[in-house]
């Protein structure tokens, strides 16, 4: 595709404006707590668009989409529990980590167990961070450009990680949370005009239902290879997602910065209820391309790009590009920034330096980030190998988040849980989760993210029995943050809740 000296303007101009903006908003950062934390002083808008902008990429403009394209509205279970969880973790996770003060989640694990399970943690969310997260969002973006405007992959992928790269080594998190303001808005803008100009195509909203309605299903049968429904509602679905927007320091990161509990409250709730859209400007377009162009689109997770690719006039696709590349962009520098801020204050300060001055802390979390960079692009290209990038980043991350779960959700419900049953259920949970994979490879790969959630939590239960806590672990007391709720946000939390019921009613 050709690009018009229009197209050109604006994509150089909004990547020019956003790493302005966030290289401005960030100029202060002096402290620690400033670069990894935003100065623990986030506003709840802020919180809510950075969510959001966080974990919408071409992963799901590529991945989703193209999962749409297979198996249609059911894959927007991810969304809609993800708005449901996001209550969750207002309502329930996130006073007891801003009560705690922490940086990080493993932190709060060695104040929960001990140093060994922080140090676990970290060590296998680093790792998951840019071996799955970060190169699946660079190859997935690079994939978006290759297939819209012919891009070389491999090219693709460095322009995008050098790009974003850059002003998270400088700004660190208040750099992301800027990007991810300004990236947020055009990304959700940029989906909303694809699928109405797909409405257009087609013939209108009802044409679309009426040609679309096999495919507007999102109870599938239990037995379903991908998105069964007891996974969904009462199994293996609600571990991702409570370890990616509960326990997840890429996600979290925003909310630990929060001014206040309020604040970070009503961040995460505007997050939930921009989740309920989401489907309609992700999931929607992959369907539409199947009904227009099924014939000629060669593989799932080009449905999206090839859309694009063919309603898009001239003179929208430089705004459709900048979408794209933000969207790539804002994922991108929240994973380093979080990877960046795990290793330094996990791993660095804890392990090899615990005297680090503040400076120095910045100046490590700086050359980790760009030494992320590198890492993930070189190996963002393997990537290709495994088919759907939506489904391997979901099926790869099973092997840690049910012992992370399991170790956060008994921990905290069970106060007389020893340090050997987190570190037993975090190691044996990659062996339980691979052992399912290899004796049942045709079963959803979320049962048996359930099953070895199961397990673990009998395991944790047998090691709590015979070698309980002789004494509760006192967790820290952060006076300096405002602890204070409100009725209001119980509210927002049960209209979100109800609002999801509602649309699982509509396309069940």
């Excluded at 239902?209 to 509602?233: G, I, Q, R, Y």
Aim: aromatic share 14%; glycine share 8%; proline share 4%.
């Amino acid at each position: 595709m050709e690009l018009s000296a229009l197209d050109l303007t604006v994509f150089v101009g909004f990547i020019a404006f956003v790493i302005g903006v966030s290289l401005y908003a960030s100029r202060k950062e002096e402290t620690s707590e400033d670069y990894f934390l935003a100065g623990r002083n986030l506003s709840w808008y802020l919180i809510g668009f950075s969510l959001i902008a966080s974990n919408i990429s071409t992963e799901h403009f590529v991945g989703m989409a193209g999962r749409g394209y297979d198996i249609g509205l059911a894959i927007a279970s991810y969304e809609w529990i993800a708005a449901v969880t996001l209550v969750i973790v207002a309502l329930f996770f996130l006073p007891r980590f801003l009560r705690s003060g922490i940086f990080t989640m493993p932190e709060y694990l060695e104040y929960r167990y001990n140093l060994t399970a922080r140090s676990l943690m970290a060590f296998f969310m680093m790792v998951a961070y840019v071996f799955v997260a970060l190169a699946a969002v660079l190859y997935s973006g690079a994939l978006a450009l290759k297939s819209i405007f012919d891009i070389d992959l491999v090219k693709g992928i460095w322009l995008i990680g050098v790009l974003a790269g850059a002003y998270t080594i400088y700004g660190g998190l208040k750099a992301v949370v800027w990007s991810d303001l300004i990236q947020g808005a055009t990304l959700l803008g940029g989906g909303l005009l694809v699928t109405f100009l797909g409405f257009q195509e087609i013939g209108g909203v009802g044409k679309f239902l009426n040609a679309s309605s096999d495919k507007l299903h999102t109870v599938l049968p239990w037995n379903h290879p991908e998105m069964p429904w007891v996974a969904v509602f009462i199994g293996g679905l609600w571990i991702p997602n409570i370890f990616y927007w509960g326990l997840n320091q890429f996600i979290t990161q925003r909310t630990l910065g929060a001014k206040s509990l309020l604040e970070g409250q009503k961040g995460i709730l505007l997050a939930a209820c921009m989740k309920l859209l989401i489907p309609f400007i992700v999931v929607f377009p992959g369907i539409m391309a199947l009904q227009l162009y099924g014939d000629s689109i060669p593989e799932a997770d080009q449905a999206y790009p090839y859309m694009i690719k063919n309603i898009l006039p001239t003179g929208l696709r430089g705004i459709m590009f900048a979408a794209l590349f933000g969207a790539v962009m804002s994922s991108l520098d929240s994973m380093l920034n979080s990877a960046s801020t795990i290793f330094t204050i996990d791993l660095y300060k804890r392990h090899l330096n615990r005297e680090a001055s503040s400076h120095k802390l910045v100046t490590t979390g700086r050359i980790a980030t760009a030494a992320f960079v590198v890492i993930g692009c070189l190996w963002a290209p393997t990537i290709a190998r495994f088919g759907s990038v939506f489904k391997y980043i979901q099926m790869i991350w099973g092997f840690i988040s049910p012992g992370i779960v399991a170790a956060f959700l008994f921990g905290m419900l069970v106060p007389m849980a020893p340090p050997a049953a987190a570190i037993g259920a975090m190691l044996l949970g990659i062996a339980v989760y691979g052992l399912c994979l290899w004796l049942m490879p045709n079963v959803a790969f979320l049962h048996h993210m359930f099953i070895t959630f199961c397990v673990l939590v009998l395991y944790m239960t047998i090691v709590t029995i015979v070698k309980p806590l002789k004494e509760r672990k006192k967790l820290p007391i952060n006076n300096d943050i405002d602890l204070r709720s409100s009725r209001t946000i119980k509210i927002w939390g049960a209209i979100v809740v109800a609002a999801t019921a509602t649309l699982y009613i509509i396309f069940r």
